[in-house]
């Protein structure tokens, strides 16, 4: 029986990640999701890096996925003349319009209507909140004149973060839509929106996507602003998944808060039965060194006890020195955490209120009685993937394996939790199939005589309509 982890790796590609021979190794260690950062992106090595990475799945027979992180509205500050140190009471004024060097005196900032957003009294962050301003005023047009609230070193080109004030920026930026485009032209598997704060900013990503894919492209929402948690139900209704930013999120609100915000986003998308990434710094410290602190191994083991679907890194693979390490270290701690009972994942039925109800109720009775009988596998065939969302959001002890003649949703299903899925396009008898899946479950080391399996198929298997039929088998021989 292969000892495979059902948590998802989610890796951010970059300069550390160049290499075929590192991407083969990061993928032999576990890696489920290949992460593009479109902040730092060039579509030329993103074109190589994804023919990489799809014919390294092809020739390892695995299906990893590949997620477009657009960058959403980044406000930066401009490039300094020199080393610029800023101390608290010091008074600097931020200035649009044409870039140009800054000082301790001014400073250019790349947001046009940023004097038209603030108002006096509203902070400025910047560097991750390492530096702290207060409006004193705004003459709307071009310039805010800000006080020093918490001085350093003022560096080139540094993140800004407006945590009380509304911005007017879109959340897909002239840039976000080009990339968007192009993501969509390599076929990714799922697109990031990053600075979500309202359902209309994912509706704008879907007509993009509808208006240039054939096929439809699953939106997960980064959620790192304070409004996005307080509209987390309306976002929740557009996307097909969430990422706890908890980067800018821990900048925007305040550090001691991120903990049970994350807990409660992490609720919140298993009752919407959507997969949730937890995302920054969880193995920083690798970035140099061989070896997690004790704070970061807890720190990912606590994110799979809260329920999450995958965790991700970023500047550890992306430049980091030790990408595979990495990988086979987060690997180790998924597989030694993931199957105790201390995780606790809510367990209530589905309700009577979509025309799904009947798929809702047949995964959810799958998922209970697969705990029960101590199945070993819970298979389905799927041409949506949506019994494979909802089975893996119920977490059974059992293996997902989920079998499809859809091509585009192979690698697109590998983010979900305990999902394992499988190109398989013969539709004949319910009992041929079953077999066959038998079969294929028992060569792939996930099924052995004696072993009890829980088959969901929709009936007439030749309609591929939705699911509506449970059976159960005890595996008699593995004909392999």
């Known amino acids: 029986m292969p000892n ?19 991407l083969k190794g990061m993928m032999e260690a576990g890696v489920d999701v290949f992460r593009i950062n479109f902040s730092h992106a060039d579509y030329e090595d993103v074109k190589k890096r994804v023919k990489m990475i799809r014919e390294l799945s092809e ?21 300094m003349s020199g080393e ?16 140009f060097e800054g000082t301790a005196e001014e400073v250019y900032m790349n947001y046009n209507d940023f004097p038209r957003d603030v108002n006096p009294g509203e902070r400025i962050l910047l560097d991750d909140g390492k530096l702290m301003f207060e409006v004193v005023e705004t003459n709307r047009k071009n310039a805010v004149r800000a006080k020093v609230i918490q001085g350093g070193p003022l560096k080139s080109k540094k993140g800004v973060n407006l945590p009380n004030t509304n911005i007017s920026l879109p959340a897909l930026t002239e840039k976000d839509i080009k990339d968007a485009i192009f993501a969509i032209s390599q076929e990714v598997d799922w697109i990031a929106l990053s600075f979500v704060r309202h359902s209309q900013d994912l509706i704008d990503l879907q007509q993009i996507i509808e208006k240039h894919s054939k096929y439809k492209i699953p939106i997960i929402a980064k959620i790192e602003k304070p409004e996005a948690v307080k509209n987390i139900d309306k976002i929740v209704a557009y996307c097909d998944g969430l990422m706890v930013a908890r980067g800018d999120l821990g900048v925007e609100v305040p550090a001691q808060e991120v903990p049970l915000i994350q807990k409660k986003l992490v609720l919140r998308a298993k009752k919407a039965r959507i997969p949730v990434i937890i995302a920054t710094q969880m193995m920083e410290t690798m970035i140099t060194s061989m070896v997690p602190t004790r704070a970061e191994v807890n720190d990912v083991a606590n994110s799979v006890m809260d329920g999450a679907d995958a965790v991700m890194l970023s500047g550890e693979t992306s430049v980091g020195n030790y990408p595979i390490q990495v990988i086979e270290r987060m690997t180790s701690i998924l597989k030694s955490v993931e199957s105790s009972d201390l995780i606790n994942v809510p367990q209530e039925p589905p309700h009577v209120r979509t025309k799904r109800y009947i798929t809702k109720a047949v995964c959810y009775h799958a998922a209970s009685m697969a705990n029960e ?33 859809n091509l585009r949703i192979l690698s697109q299903l590998n983010l979900l939790w305990g999902v394992k899925a499988f190109y398989y396009d013969r539709f004949v008898s319910t009992d041929e199939t079953i077999e066959d899946v038998n079969r294929i479950a028992c060569q792939k080391g996930f099924l052995d005589v004696g072993d009890m399996l829980i088959s969901l198929a929709a009936m007439p298997i030749k309609d591929k ?10 595996i008699e021989t593995c004909n392999l």
């Open 4 to 22: 495979k982890k059902k948590t998802k790796i989610v890796a951010t590609l970059g300069p550390a990640t160049s290499k075929r021979e590192v």
């Open 465 to 474: 309509g939705m699911v509506n039929t449970l059976r159960v088998t005890e």
């Open 59 to 79: 020739e390892l027979q695995v299906y990893t996925a590949i997620l477009a992180d657009l960058q959403g509205p980044k406000l930066r500050v401009g490039v």
């Open 84 to 99: 610029v140190i800023v101390a608290p009471g010091d008074e600097i004024v931020f200035r649009t319009g044409k870039p």
């Open 373 to 405: 009988i101590k199945a070993k596998a819970i298979s389905t065939l799927t041409n949506s993937g949506y019994t494979a969302f909802q089975i893996s959001a119920w977490r059974p002890s059992a293996h997902i394996l989920v079998f499809t003649s």
